[in-house]
């Protein structure tokens, strides 16, 4: 009866939409089969939080984070913008898994790196800018409860445009970013968690978790 049960479980999920096979995703990412599966686990509970259709809606995902389906923070919309990969206003179970494995110890530092560019790049031009470095900045500290002045700020964003920028023409392109963080490994230290268990029952808290140039 119970073997029973998880079979009829299985279909069931089988027929959500965005629905892939955890062998699948296991193949194409750092992840074990297993820990697909805990992954599964995971994103039913996200996504049947206001509406059972096995997808996370931004509103779910905020839902996740804050105990507050309506709270608006830049930093969270991002990370749920490079999650929807196919830019539908929703993450299906496969862009979830393929998106958390760059947070996998065995991901590539690159891919890890291109990440946080895609993060930081907030009108998708290829190229970060000092308006929206201080956009991401304000985001960050706010969500770290770090009360810091404009003046303090404005001098964090300088001091990152002026080793970042090697061009010197105010913009950071992918080149000078993957350089930055080289000399600046601590901006990267929070894309890799060690643990699936930590990933599981800490999703809010890494979520919003980044390093602020400094």
């Not at 946080?116 to 969500?143: C, H, N, P, W």
Request: charged content about 30%; aromatic content about 10%.
């Amino acid at each position: 009866m119970r073997a029973f049960k998880a079979c009829f479980c299985l279909k069931k999920d089988r027929q959500k939409p965005g629905y892939e096979d955890p062998i699948i995703l296991a193949s194409e990412t750092p992840f074990t089969v297993n820990e697909v599966e805990a992954l599964h686990d995971l994103f039913k509970k996200l996504s049947s939080t206001i509406i059972d259709d096995g997808l996370i809606h931004k509103e779910e995902f905020r839902l996740a984070l804050f105990q507050n389906s309506s709270k608006q923070n830049l930093f969270a919309d991002r990370i749920f913008d490079l999650f929807d990969v196919k830019c539908n206003g929703v993450i299906k179970f496969g862009e979830f898994v393929r998106s958390l494995s760059i947070f996998h110890p065995n991901a590539p530092e690159s891919d890890k790196i291109a990440f946080l560019f895609r993060l930081y790049d907030l009108r998708q031009t290829g190229y970060i800018e000092i308006e929206e470095l201080k956009e991401m900045v304000f985001a960050l500290l706010s969500e770290s409860n770090l009360d810091l002045s404009d003046d303090v700020v404005e001098s964090i964003v300088e001091k990152t445009m002026r080793e970042a920028d090697m061009k010197g023409d105010g913009k950071i392109d992918e080149e000078e970013w993957r350089e930055f963080v080289k000399k600046n490994p601590s901006i990267i230290r929070n894309m890799t968690l060690p643990y699936l268990k930590e990933l599981t029952l800490a999703f809010p808290s890494f979520v919003l978790t980044s390093e602020v140039p400094d």
